[in-house]
Nanobody
Framework: QLQLVESGGDLVQPGGSLRLSCAAS????????MGWFRQAPGKEREGVSS????????NYAHSVKGRFTISRDNAKNTVHLQMNSLMTEDNAVYYC???????????????????????WGQGTQVTVSS
């Protein structure tokens, strides 16, 4: 069974940090570009960050650039999202997704390109509150 499982969501104070992880099972992430998305209550899902399959090229939404860092560990079949300087605006359920194809070997999907992703996780809750 092909599956992505997110973890690391938690309650954190403004200004704090969290590290989200996305682990794949049933397939290897080596040839997949990966993305992180989030959905806040009452809002549409939005792209946060993406990373290419082979060379680690990245994209970030303007709202998180300089605060969030996406990385991948192909040996552990895992992708991470390091989130620093968290703000209440970052409150959301965070999802990871995997996109297969040679288009993404050296170029990450654009932030808004949700449709290119083949597999999605179930999400992990991030709550930023004092």
């Amino acid at each position: 069974q092909l599956q992505l499982v997110e973890s690391g969501g938690d309650l954190v104070q403004p200004g704090g940090s969290l590290r989200l992880s996305c682990a794949a099972s049933g397939f290897t992430l080596t040839h997949y570009a990966m993305g992180w998305f989030r959905q806040a209550p009452g809002k549409e899902r939005e792209g946060v960050s993406s990373i290419s399959a082979f060379d680690g090229s990245t994209n970030y939404a303007h709202s998180v650039k300089g605060r969030f860092t996406i990385s991948r560990d192909n040996a552990k079949n895992t992708v991470h999202l390091q989130m620093n300087s968290l703000m209440t605006e970052d409150n959301a359920v965070y999802y990871c997704a995997a996109a297969y194809g040679s288009s993404w070997y050296y170029q990450p999907p654009r932030i808004a390109e949700e449709y290119v992703y083949d597999y999605w996780g179930q999400g992990t809750q991030v709550t930023v509150s004092s």
